[in-house]
């Protein structure tokens, strides 16, 4: 008679996600990452097979939380300058109000794997990819509604403040100074006129 599981899939893999954003994924151990999903070593690797399996489904539940709080901030009916000063306004508050400082899922595996990690690197691209999308057509509705310089390219400019964004959210695990964040948002901002 086959055993069945008896965890929560979903618990299990949001607690795998956590403790790899807080430590990564060379330094988060087997014997960690059991205690906090709260499964034994077999059943880690009867259900994900590997810690690098494991660490990329835990990325792609970063990736799709992310894209749903897009997705909420877009559907929202808020003038695309709004969006963008908030999501902005939103990397301030996560840079200084996590004690932990663990910046971005995402652009820590980028820095800790993508360059060696076939893997890593083509879910971190899908995920980098999306918010140039989010924000290329930000660009382009800013531009609609009179609110942006005319003589911008959308994806240049929506690149631009993807890596303004990211740029930020790694001084903020060193420096999680909101004067000098603001600074730096304040004037990423500045080129939509």
Sequence with gaps: ????????????????????????????????????????????????RSKHALFLEALRLSREQNRLDAGRLLDEECAPRDIIVGIFARVVDDAVDDPGRRGCMIVNAITELAAHDRLVEVEAREAVEHVETGLTWLVEEGQRRGEFRLDLDPLTTARFLANSINGMRVTGKARPDRAALEGVASLALSVLG
Aim: some cysteine; overall charge neutral.
């Design 1 to 48: 008679m086959a055993r069945t599981k008896a965890f929560d899939r979903t618990v299990a893999l949001e607690r795998a996600k956590d403790l790899f954003w807080c430590k990564g994924y060379e330094a988060a151990s087997i014997q960690e990452l059991t205690e906090a999903m709260g499964i034994g070593r077999g059943s880690l690797y009867e259900t994900y």
